[in-house]
């Protein structure tokens, strides 16, 4: 097929956010009367999955401080519901299980979950939570939890099938995916007017909208747009902060014991939740019994045929590189700088010692390959989704979206002529305008 000259609307980047965009729109032109899937063009530098979205742990979950982030999260869970199969969905439930100083964080998230009739139980007091762990894994032993949070909803997808099925389903209502085309630039009568054609390293596209999903590489197509590099952030007691760098990179820090993901169990033989702990518990080396930390650790964790083991990952690492130096490519397991290290296997094959038996000894499998992956990080690591230069919608999710499939299906409706309530929460304005997102005690910057 020939490279295209023109196109209606023009994506850049086949991940979750760009391939959901992708379908969402074609079913939303045709809903509408105003076209087709045929309409919409994906362009990729490299492949479906090159980026963050091919390599993310894929954990789904509504576990959030924030209430706009909860709503979020609960369209998300609708739209992985909405075709398990084919986004290789595993609705087996997610547990936050936190310290006695994240107690009255969670008993809100619980609460005003019940108020958007997003199904959990919460469990408080340090013996109702043993119990409630014991309940489901006999060998559960941290020390200091006082509450799970159980949501039954959520879980996780399997990351590159997931983006192949919704490639599928993109094409399938007629979209194009072009892998291997860089885009390169912009056109526009001048720096802040619209954008009239997508410069590519194989040649230019004129289009009437684009929508940028370019993850970890946001803020190189942030920067050909010509967008803020820096913004003012009034805070939440009235002082305004200058100069604020508009990016920043953190290095996710994840990795597979390679055991059989058998051996990660329920007490009745079933797949359990996604398990997320939080502790203010000193961590001790299951290695040697030395003092790994007694600042808050955090850790999260299944059992994943995809991976083949158990999967999952620790807080991440603020990369101190300036922004500006932190080479993205090459990307993800393929970076020379930016994956986990011997320290990380340590302490997160002791923090899963720390709690479950089971896993003691078991660092010995731990998997030496490359993984984990940067992500380009808004100022309050919350997503920016909004419309910039008239026609070019911008997605960053802050680098903890994989889990938010539902956002191309609200993103399409407002190219369509129908704003979302959720996706207000997340315009850019609310940085100048002090509208920020309230922040919670967890080690994560994204809870
Ligand atoms: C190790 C790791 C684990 C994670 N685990 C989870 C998790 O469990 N749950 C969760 O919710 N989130 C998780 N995340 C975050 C999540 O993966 C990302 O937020 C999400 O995948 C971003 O999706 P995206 O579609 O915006 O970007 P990406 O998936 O990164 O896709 C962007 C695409 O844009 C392309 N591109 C970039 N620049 C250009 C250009 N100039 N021209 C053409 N194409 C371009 C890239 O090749 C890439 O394919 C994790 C992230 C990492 C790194």
Redesign the pocket.
């Known amino acids: 097929m020939a490279f295209p000259s023109n196109a209606s609307y023009l994506i ?8 959901s965009t992708a379908f969402h729109l074609a079913q939303a032109l045709k809903s509408t009367g105003r076209g087709s899937g045929e309409d919409v063009l994906v ?18 979950r509504n576990n959030y401080f924030q209430p706009a982030m909860r709503e979020l999260m609960a369209h998300s869970v609708s739209v992985w519901e909405s075709d398990a199969e084919k986004y290789h969905y595993h609705a087996v439930g997610y547990m936050q299980i936190s310290p006695e100083c994240m107690h009255e964080d969670v008993a809100s998230i619980a609460e005003q979950q019940k108020q958007i009739g997003y199904e959990s139980v919460f469990i408080e007091g340090a013996k109702a939570s043993r119990d409630y762990m014991r309940g489901m894994f006999d060998d559960w032993q941290a020390e200091g939890i006082t509450s799970v949070l159980h949501e039954k909803p959520g879980g ?1 997808a399997n990351n590159t099938s997931s983006l192949y099925g919704l490639a599928d389903k993109a094409e399938a209502e007629g979209v194009r995916i072009l892998t291997g ?4 630039g912009f056109e526009s009568a001048n720096s802040s007017a619209a954008i009239t054609a997508v410069q ?1 390293d194989r040649g230019r596209i004129e289009c009437d909208f684009v929508v940028v ?6 803020k ?2 942030w920067e ?1 747009l010509e967008l803020p590099r820096t913004v003012t952030i009034k805070g939440r007691d009235g002082t305004i902060h200058d100069d604020v760098p508009m990016w920043v990179f953190w290095s ?1 820090q ?1 990795g597979t014991l390679g055991v059989d993901p058998d051996l990660q169990k329920t007490n009745d033989g079933g797949f359990p939740p996604v398990i997320h702990v939080d502790s203010d518990a000193p961590l001790f080396s299951d290695v040697d019994g030395s003092l790994i930390t007694e600042q808050m650790w955090g850790i999260y964790y299944k059992p994943d045929f995809h991976f083949g083991g158990i999967q999952g ?1 620790a807080a991440p690492d603020k990369i101190t590189t300036p922004p500006d130096e932190v080479m993205v490519d090459p ?2 397991t393929e970076s020379p700088d930016y994956v986990v290290d011997e320290e990380f296997a340590h302490m997160w094959c002791s923090a899963l010692a720390h709690c479950q038996k089971r896993f003691s000894g078991q660092i010995v499998k731990y998997k030496n390959e490359p ?5 380009a990080f808004t100022p309050d690591s919350f997503p920016v989704f909004d419309l910039f230069r008239e026609n070019c919608y911008v ?10 499939i539902g956002v191309g299906k609200l993103v399409a409706g407002e190219i369509c002529s129908s704003p979302s309530e959720l996706l207000k929460p997340f315009r850019f304005s609310r940085y100048a305008e002090g509208k920020l997102h309230p922040v919670s005690h967890s080690p994560f910057p994204w809870s």
Do not use: F, Q, R
């Open positions: 850049i980047g086949a991940g979750i956010h760009g391939l362009l990729d530098k490299t492949s479906i999955g090159a980026g963050a979205s091919g390599i993310a742990c894929g954990v789904v996780y085309v860089t885009v390169t590519t999903a370019a993850g970890p590489w946001a190189s197509v050909m996710l994840e990952g990307y993800g993984s984990g992956g940067i992500g997605i960053a999710d802050s680098n903890h979206g994989y889990k938010m």
